[in-house]
Structure formats: structure tokens, C-alpha cells
């Protein structure tokens, strides 16, 4: 298998840090898995499947491989399903073999990110799904838990989404606050333009607001907490000359609605902020 990569995450650091945190290192009494050393003898190997007990899009199964060679490289593993497959429950998803304490060890941390991507991917195409035909794409937001935004967006791509900006870094989102302190829409956006800011995204909430943003410069207005009757009003004002993206009050009951008044994006931030954790399991038997 090819290792998994993604621009701006660091895989091997990532297995690092986790199992820092998992194995206690520089705590006293730290840095190993003491049940299973004392448990399980050295030389003990075990095989095992990893399987899902729901239906799920797939995704975080590259990341659960690096765990398991981190602590045994020649661990023999085998992945049966693709990224971003639609699964039924009942699925192998992985099958391995090889040092039984490095099994145990891996098993938790592997786990727990095939479960928490694979719930954000499986909630994503839910909601892609449910846009229906109104042709809007669906986006993701920053609301991720801190250290794992390359993953979680990585998930909703393995759903269907696209991403929205990835960080603070790569494009404007002049937001109420930001207006608060500039005075208006039309100045925050043009300080942002004469910033020299290459793409500038303006969150407006009103229709009047939507002129002011466009004449200054603004190149995506997120319309924010809109009713569909409102969405479709903004969307023929707009008339074309920037992005528009539906934002706030998105739900599985409300996005096809929002999708159908012909907006380009709807952004869902519970792609990221509440998707359940999948139900995956990993069992053993001695080899």
C-alpha cells in the first residue's frame, strides 16, 4: 500500500504523539502497554479482523495500517475495501496478522480514527445525498477538534463534500464581528481588497448588505440563516457576479430546500462537529 499522505499533515508524528499520549510517555511509571507485556508473551502472534457493525462510507483505514507497522513492520495486513466505499453492516474491512502485543497495543488508537473518520464520511453523504437535485455542492467548515483538521476534512472528502478554507490562512471570511469593529460590510471587504487579499469570502445576513460586499470587492458571499424564499431573493441580486453559499439552519430536513434556490454551496458544520463515531470492532485469535 501506498502511505497515506496529505498536504500539511504529518503522519508519522501524528503515530508518534498518539502513542505518547496512549502509552503515558514521561509520566512515572509510563511509556509502555503494561498489560499486555505483562499479559501476553513477547513472542505471541495473533491475527485479527477489523469489521463494521453499521453501514458506512470508509475512510481513516491508511491511517489504522500506520499504526500496526509503527510497532511490528512486518505485520501482514490486508485492506478490503476502498476509501470512500459505501459499506453494509457486517463488513471486513482489514485483515491482519502478526506480533500480538503490537496488536493490542495498535488496537485502541487504530480504532478510534477509523471510527471517528468513518462517522464523518458516513454523515457527509448522508447530507450529500439529501441535497437531492438542486445542484449545490456541499462544503465543511473549521469547526474540527484542534490537531485533526487535515483528517476530519479528508473524511467529508471521502463522503462527497468539498472543503471550505482549510485555516485562517487561505482565505478571507469577513464574518458580523470582523464588520463590527470595520463599520460596514462594503469597508470591512474593501480593507481586505486593499490588503491584496487574492480571495475574500463575506458572511452577509441581510439583502441590503449584498450590494455594499459586491461593489467593494468581495469574490463569495455566505448568506447566512436565510429561509429559501430569502436564499432565492439573494441569489437573483448576486446575479451571478460572486459565489454564493448557503450557511446556518442546515440540517437533513432543510438542506435540499436551501440546495434547490440555485446557490453554488451549502455549508454544514456538523460534518465535522457532531458526526457519531461508527461502530467498529477489531477481533483477535491466537495464530
Given at each position: ?168 490562512w487561505d482565505a478571507a ?110 477481533d483477535f485469535a491466537p495464530?
Amino acid at each position: 500500500m501506498t502511505k497515506f499522505s496529505l498536504p500539511g499533515f504529518d503522519l508519522d508524528k501524528f503515530i508518534r504523539e498518539t502513542y505518547a499520549e496512549d502509552l503515558g510517555e514521561g509520566l512515572p511509571g509510563g511509556g509502555h502497554d503494561v498489560t499486555s507485556e505483562s499479559v501476553i508473551p513477547a513472542d505471541a502472534r495473533f491475527a485479527g479482523v477489523m469489521d463494521s457493525r453499521d453501514p458506512i462510507v470508509v475512510a481513516g483505514l491508511p491511517v489504522a495500517v500506520a499504526f500496526f507497522l509503527a510497532l511490528d513492520p512486518d505485520m501482514d495486513i490486508e485492506v478490503l475495501v476502498e476509501e470512500g466505499q459505501t459499506v453494509p453492516a457486517g463488513s471486513d474491512l482489514m485483515r491482519l496478522s502478526g506480533n500480538a502485543r503490537a496488536m493490542l497495543t495498535a488496537e485502541r488508537s487504530a480504532l478510534n480514527t477509523v471510527q471517528h473518520l468513518s462517522g464523518i464520511a458516513t454523515m457527509t453523504r448522508e447530507y450529500v445525498d439529501a441535497i437531492g437535485d438542486g445542484g449545490a455542492v456541499l462544503l465543511d467548515t473549521r469547526k474540527t477538534i484542534p490537531g485533526l483538521r487535515f483528517l476530519e476534512k479528508y473524511a467529508t472528502r471521502m463522503g462527497g463534500a468539498q472543503n471550505h478554507r482549510m485555516g485562517l490562512w487561505d482565505a478571507a471570511m469577513i464574518k458580523d464581528n470582523h464588520v463590527l469593529v470595520a463599520g460596514d460590510v462594503g469597508e470591512a471587504v474593501r480593507r481586505a481588497r486593499n490588503a491584496g487579499v487574492a480571495r475574500i469570502i463575506c458572511e452577509v445576513d441581510r439583502l441590503d448588505q449584498i450590494e455594499p460586499a459586491l461593489s467593494a470587492g468581495a469574490d463569495h458571499l455566505l448568506l447566512d440563516n436565510m429561509e429559501p424564499d430569502t436564499l432565492r431573493e439573494a441569489v437573483a441580486l448576486v446575479a451571478g457576479r460572486a459565489i454564493t453559499e448557503a450557511s446556518g439552519g442546515v440540517n437533513l430536513q432543510t438542506i435540499g430546500a436551501k440546495s434547490a434556490t440555485g446557490v453554488d454551496y451549502v455549508s454544514v458544520g456538523r460534518l465535522t462537529q457532531s458526526a457519531p463515531a461508527a461502530d467498529i470492532g477489531l477481533d483477535f485469535a491466537p495464530l
